[in-house]
């Protein structure tokens, strides 16, 4: 009698168990949903965890007992896995769907170096898997290298490209970092604590707290770094049983499944790629976020899809023909080309400023071997596609004056709220302040 009402007393729990949506006796390795709710059941009377607290401890115990990682459960990691089920939950959706393609290379890197897989959600931490990612002390790329840093692990910076922003380089060189730093520390997660907050500050720490263990350490850690190890084990719960929490997966509007690289002979403009090569600009920016300008120099190793790279060398020839024609501006790719006939006044750093051009490129498309001008001339001015209009409004946009007899340009400048002299004579070219009555002079817009 006393075991039937045992197990009528028991048998809610089965029941609640059974419906939670947070239960899944597959991913935390139990032989059947009896054998862990007879073994668990009493735990979580006695704890004074909640019930999906006491599901989150399980899960991450089954992922710690499959790493040399310590993804230990306790409250400050339930602060952050709260977080990412809940205001950062669009996060976690957003990593899932870029996850097929930044993982592969990050397994097959952490496999060389032999370190534990489960660092490739440090990137998520670091960077939210955003190579272009910059932090406010010029930290960059998805792995967060300083300038110093990346450079004592290989990764130059130039005027043309940030190879701390290159995935896969900088990928190889987190891996070189991380086993340097268990070398020091022979503890992971004082090896994250270290990346986090440089491995000096640790070594300082550890002396002056007298211990190696992270979570006696933890009071006495700076904020950022002693946040770091429960933000991270987090990240491996939430990520590796998104499922179960009913997160879905936002897949990036980007093509990225099947790629290719190829390696450039001569520059080329962002813009003549996507003619050549029918990409979109997002696409080959997404899979070559290195370069810092919208120019590729020679020799870059550019990942494009497949079909673009098999097109690409299919008309090699032709296409490079294609390219110099451009440059030549032979052929107009996203530009115009317009005449523009010099008037009073005129210099080529106001007529370049009005066109959005420099100075140099009027001299090149002229053959101008000074900056003197006459006026009527004729200067021919290659402009962004569309921006003609603009131009013209900018110089429209200047109100004309006409000198009256008795004029002086102090008198005209008081006439207009923030208008000087000096801007006068810049405007209009002028060397002197000679004004001759019943001429125009261009003032600034107001």
Not at 136 to 141: F, H, K, M, N, P
Not at 180 to 190: A, C, I, M, P, R
Not at 341 to 348: E, I, S, T
Request: glycine share 4%; aromatic share 12%; net charge neutral.
């Amino acid at each position: 009698m006393n075991r039937i009402i045992i197990f009528f007393l028991v048998l809610p729990f089965f029941t609640i168990a059974n419906q939670d949506s947070l239960f899944n006796t597959d991913n935390i390795g139990v032989d059947s949903i009896t054998e862990l709710s007879e073994r668990e059941e009493l735990k979580l009377e006695k704890s004074n965890l909640s019930k999906k607290e006491n599901i989150i401890a399980l899960r991450l115990q089954h992922l710690d007992e499959n790493t040399p990682m310590d993804l230990v459960y306790n409250d400050k990691v339930q602060v952050f896995i709260d977080s990412y089920l809940g205001i950062n939950k669009t996060l976690i959706s957003r990593m899932k769907g870029l996850t097929p393609y930044y993982f592969p290379m990050f397994e097959r890197e952490l496999d060389q170096f032999n370190l534990p897989i489960e660092f490739k959600y440090l990137a998520i931490v670091e960077s939210a898997l955003d190579p272009k990612a910059r932090s406010a002390s010029g930290a960059s790329g998805l792995w967060q290298f300083m300038y110093l840093t990346g450079k004592q692990y290989g990764l130059e910076v130039t005027s043309y490209m940030d190879e701390r922003q290159d995935p896969l380089k900088a990928t190889k060189s987190a891996c070189e970092y991380f086993v340097s730093l268990y070398d020091t520390f022979g503890d992971w997660n004082l090896v994250l604590a270290a990346y986090n907050g440089g491995p000096g500050y640790l070594q300082r720490k550890i002396i002056s707290v007298g211990s190696s263990d992270f979570w006696e350490l933890y009071p006495h850690l700076r904020k950022e770094t002693r946040n770091y190890i429960p933000t991270f084990i987090a990240v491996n719960y939430v990520m590796q049983y998104a499922k179960e929490h009913d997160i879905t997966i936002d897949n990036p509007k980007i093509y990225f499944d099947d790629i290719d690289t190829l390696i450039l002979n001569v520059d080329v403009e962002l813009m003549v790629l996507k003619e050549l090569l029918c990409v979109n600009e997002q696409t080959i920016n997404f899979l070559n976020p290195a370069y810092k300008k919208s120019i590729f120099p020679k020799g870059t190793v550019l990942t494009l899809p497949s079909s673009a790279v098999h097109d690409f060398k299919l008309n090699e020839m032709s296409n490079y023909a294609f390219i110099e024609a451009v440059r030549n501006k032979e052929i107009l790719v996203d530009e115009d080309r317009i005449i523009y006939r010099v008037r009073k006044g005129d210099y080529l750093g106001r007529i370049a400023k009005a066109h959005n051009v420099h100075v140099f490129e009027i001299k090149e498309w002229n053959k101008l071997k000074s900056s003197k001008l006459d006026i009527g001339d004729r200067l021919v001015i290659f402009v962004k596609r569309g921006k003609y209009l603009i131009a013209n409004k900018k110089i429209l946009a200047k109100n004309e004056y006409i000198i009256r007899k008795g004029d002086t340009l102090w008198d005209i400048a008081q006439k207009y709220s923030g208008l000087s002299v000096w801007k006068i004579k810049a405007l209009n070219n002028m060397e002197n302040d000679y004004l001759k009555p019943g001429t125009t002079i261009l003032l600034p817009a107001s």
